[in-house]
């Protein structure tokens, strides 16, 4: 008697794999076939000179993140239109965008990801694989990333949504400690990009003059230009006794306050005089000592505006905001009674100006002003907002808009992926957050020479 021959059984757990397998392999087919229908007709299917010239007209309108989009729209769109890693499209503006802080102590240079807001109007864009290869991010400027190596204090400039570096620098060691830097204040580094818009008849890009590096509590500023083999300083340290407080580039030109001198400085460009400063404006002597005072540079829809925090005596002591604007050609100040729906966040690293329309945790006609003991909230005019001072040890999540803007204009604590509120002194019983943070700040280092190359002795800066 014949007999059916014995069949083979897969275990359980095999079977149910290989089941598996199946249908996300026709879950696939399924999703490519509706795909093709859909690029059959409608958008999908527009002309392939059509979709350039709305990807030009996007080009125009100055956001490339609007452009990145559309080009992830479809293959179709994407096969029509440039990349932007293409010489002559590498550099378009992304400026207002403003990057946001998890609040996890994740710091995005391990994590390799930044997440962008846009206050004017309100989207928000995580960019991944940065690519940051043992850099961390020392500022925005121009819509653009500025990196420091850890190890080898060379200098990259990125652009975040199209991964494109822009600018390769040269190590800044040499020059960083002849003019005294420490690695404490070069865990503080802040850095400015200037740049050069070119307008095509298709699009607007721009291209880097130079980058500009200065560093909280030194005197030291240093620049460098793209075809430059060695930063250069501007001033002999053991001459001026600057101390930075608030730095602001505007309009080709870096500009700062101090904590013991009531004029605006000149920074960038070199002036003819390494210890003169062509501009001079004088704060008026109504606010006071100026040792109690508090300076702040911002730029509000293409103005100057200096914001000084100071103490008034009536009715009784308390802090206050008076807001000028400040022509640079006259040498003025200019009282300023409202800026309508616009808002000033003042941080130690950064100030900006943004709309409250939108922005219903912030006030408009508002000054936000952080310190070490908190943010402090004036209305500009004496309005009813009045002055309000907030702070808290913990916040409720999700954290408010303003509490992102905080953070992104304190450096330090952002780069620790920690929100300004909540850290900016962090207790002694956090014992491991602490250590956390001790370790990953000492893997930056000043070499003693340049990487891969000879090392060459800097020069201040040509009259």
């Known amino acids: 008697m014949e ?49 350039r010239l709305v990807a030009d007209r996007v080009l125009i309108a100055g956001d490339v993140v609007d452009y990145v989009s559309l080009r992830a729209a479809g293959s179709d769109w994407r096969a029509s239109t440039d990349s932007p890693l293409l010489a002559g499209h590498r550099h378009h503006p992304a400026r207002g965008w403003a990057a946001l802080c ?8 391990d994590a390799d990801q930044v997440a962008f807001f846009k206050p004017a109007t309100g989207r928000r864009v995580r960019v991944r694989r940065l690519r940051l290869r043992g850099s961390r991010i020392v500022a925005f400027s121009a819509g653009l990333l500025v990196l420091l190596h850890k190890r080898h204090t060379t200098v990259q400039v990125l652009h975040p949504f199209t991964r494109a570096v822009l600018l390769d620098l040269p190590s800044l060691a040499t020059a960083f400690r002849l003019v005294g830097g420490t690695r404490d204040s070069l865990l503080r580094m802040n850095a400015a990009v200037f740049t050069t818009p070119t307008s095509t008849t298709t699009a607007t890009t721009s291209t880097i003059d130079a980058v500009v590096a200065w560093f909280p509590g030194t005197r030291a500023v240093l620049y460098a230009k793209p075809d430059d083999t060695a930063w ?15 730095v602001l580039a505007f309009r080709g030109g870096l500009y700062a306050t101090t904590k013991t001198s009531t004029n605006i400085l000149q920074l960038y460009p070199p002036t003819s005089n390494n210890t003169t400063f062509p501009v001079d404006t004088p704060i008026p002597d109504a606010l006071g000592d100026p040792s109690s005072c508090l300076y702040f540079l911002v730029e509000c829809q293409g103005r100057m505006l200096l914001a000084v925090r100071h103490y008034a005596a009536t009715p009784t002591v308390h802090t206050a905001v008076k807001v000028f604007q400040v022509d640079l050609d006259r040498r003025r100040l200019k009282l300023v009674r409202g800026i ?17 329309k939108d922005l219903p945790s912030i006030s408009g006609n508002s000054v936000y002003c952080s310190s070490q003991y908190g943010v402090e909230c004036f209305s500009i005019g004496g309005g009813p907002a009045g002055h309000e001072w907030f702070a808290a040890l913990r916040s409720v999540r999700p954290f408010t808009i303003l509490d992102h803007l905080v953070t992104y204009c304190n450096h330090l604590e952002w780069a620790r992926g920690l929100m300004f509120h909540e850290y900016q002194l962090i207790p002694d019983c956090l014992v491991e957050l602490k250590t956390k943070i001790k370790k990953q700040d000492s893997q930056l280092h000043i070499p003693i020479r340049e990487p891969d190359k000879k090392t060459t002795k800097p020069s201040p800066a040509a009259n």
């Not at 998890?102 to 240079?109: E, I, L, S, T, Y």
């Not at 729906?341 to 941080?347: K, T």
Request: proline share 6%; with cysteine; net charge positive.
């Open 340 to 356: 309508a729906d616009r808002a000033l966040v003042l941080g130690a690293d950064r100030c900006l100006s943004v709309s409250a």
């Open 3 to 51: 007999t059916n021959p014995p069949q083979l059984f897969l275990p359980a757990t095999a079977a149910a794999t290989s089941a598996r397998r199946r249908s996300v392999r026709s879950r696939g087919a399924r999703k490519r076939r509706r795909i093709a229908a859909e690029d059959t007709g409608g958008w999908a299917s527009l002309p392939d000179d059509i979709v």
């Open 232 to 246: 250069n300083w501007e001033w002999d340290a053991a001459v001026l006794d600057i101390h930075l407080h608030s």
């Open 102 to 109: 998890d609040g996890d102590a994740a710091r995005p240079d």
